[in-house]
């Protein structure tokens, strides 16, 4: 009886004579009512016995797939990790392909393909993604035009936003090429921040951009928030984003990082931080920097709080990034684009491989059910 209570059609008529909303439940009278079949005493005993046999089989294979999973999830860790240690980007091309010719049994979980993502943007801020170009204009000389438009910025529009000219050894986080640079975030771009109380919201009007629309490399225009036209004019008084600007939130979540794609105006919420660049066209590198795994470990250290982990404006700025020529920064970010299309082609096969196992399993078990 007990198989009988916990079978598809039981839980369907539980489902069909329930009552409540929020935890819904069943009158012992109408389950009282209930049909069940009864088969003979001795046919009971024969299906009790082969239940159990197939749930011992099902619960042997669940965990060797557990196993399965564990094994691979190392084997990925094992692989991509000899990317990451790839010594130039030559050595680097060697080491991928190698992997190339075995993507389609290699990377075949959702997890395995983030995995390899997130090392191509650590590849990336590591200066082994694309080759050093000896004749490019060295990061230096970006650097001297970023400085001298700070300063102009300063003079005129009475910037505020900057950060301690020099960096300590210790604070060269990660190996860089020769021809790059350090540079701390508050001397490469303006800060636009709204921190303090909330907007007042409306039901219509000019649309507000919270930490909650700013997701891990694009921007999600759900949910729609607005403010009206009085408090957008009110409210945005310290700077207004621009089209290529990033977006940065600083707390529930911590990081998360978008480029600005939005034509119309908004309004900006507190937890999002603003980057204008000094120099718009690093916006598209710094965004993949800002989200490797190297540069959120650092951020990470200069977080504080407990139940909502959170960093200051005025740490934020001093967060030192790796910068590499303009035109390798340019090299950099369509090679990324390259290869998180070739990740996303992996995860969409992924996903249609996985809908037409399931619609498979569904079929087979439906002519089962008829059959019997």
């Known amino acids: 009886m007990s198989l009988q209570l916990r079978a598809p059609a039981a839980r369907r008529y539980y489902d069909q004579h329930g009552k409540g909303t929020a935890q819904k439940g069943i009158y012992l009278g109408k389950l009282g009512e209930m049909p069940v079949a009864v088969p003979p005493l001795a046919e ?69 393909i983030d995995a390899l993502k997130q090392t191509v943007l650590q590849l990336a801020v590591m200066g082994k993604l694309v080759p050093q170009d000896p004749n490019d204009e060295p990061s230096s000389k970006l650097l001297e035009r970023i400085s001298r438009e700070k300063a102009r910025l300063a003079q005129t529009e009475g910037l505020r936003t900057t950060a301690e000219p020099s960096l300590e050894t210790d604070e060269r986080y990660i190996e860089i090429p020769g021809s790059w640079q350090f540079q701390r975030l508050g001397n490469i771009a303006k800060f636009i921040d709204y921190r303090g109380k909330t907007p007042e919201k409306t039901s219509t009007g000019v649309p507000l951009i919270t930490a909650k629309n700013v997701r891990f490399g694009y921007i999600s225009r759900e949910p729609r928030e607005f403010v009206s036209e009085l408090e957008y004019t009110n409210w945005m008084t310290r700077g207004l ?128 059910l008829e059959a019997a």
């Open 44 to 112: 009971q005993h024969r299906i009790v016995a082969k239940v159990d046999e197939l749930m011992a089989l099902c619960d042997r294979l669940e965990a060797e797939q557990a196993d399965a999973a564990s094994a691979h999830t190392r084997l990925i860790e094992t692989l991509v990790g000899t990317l990451t240690q790839s010594t130039d980007a030559t050595d680097l091309a060697a080491n991928w392909q190698r992997l190339a010719e075995h993507f389609e049994t290699l990377f075949t979980t959702e997890a395995s």
């Open 241 to 368: 984003p621009r089209l290529g600007d990033i977006l940065f939130t600083t707390e529930a979540p911590l990081g998360n990082v978008a480029i600005v794609d939005i034509n119309e105006r908004f309004a900006l919420a507190q937890r999002v931080i603003c980057l204008q660049f000094h120099e718009p066209q690093i916006a598209a590198y710094l965004l993949l920097a800002l989200m490797s795994m190297q540069v959120r470990r650092r951020i990470e250290v200069e977080a504080t709080g407990m139940t909502a982990t959170g960093i200051k404006a005025s740490r934020l700025k001093e967060i030192p990034v790796p910068l590499p020529p303009l035109a390798e920064q340019h090299r950099i970010v369509a090679k990324v684009d390259e290869l998180m299309t070739l990740c996303d082609r992996l995860k969409a096969d992924l996903a249609t491989a996985r809908q037409h196992q399931a619609t498979l399993a569904d079929t087979l078990i439906d002519a089962a």
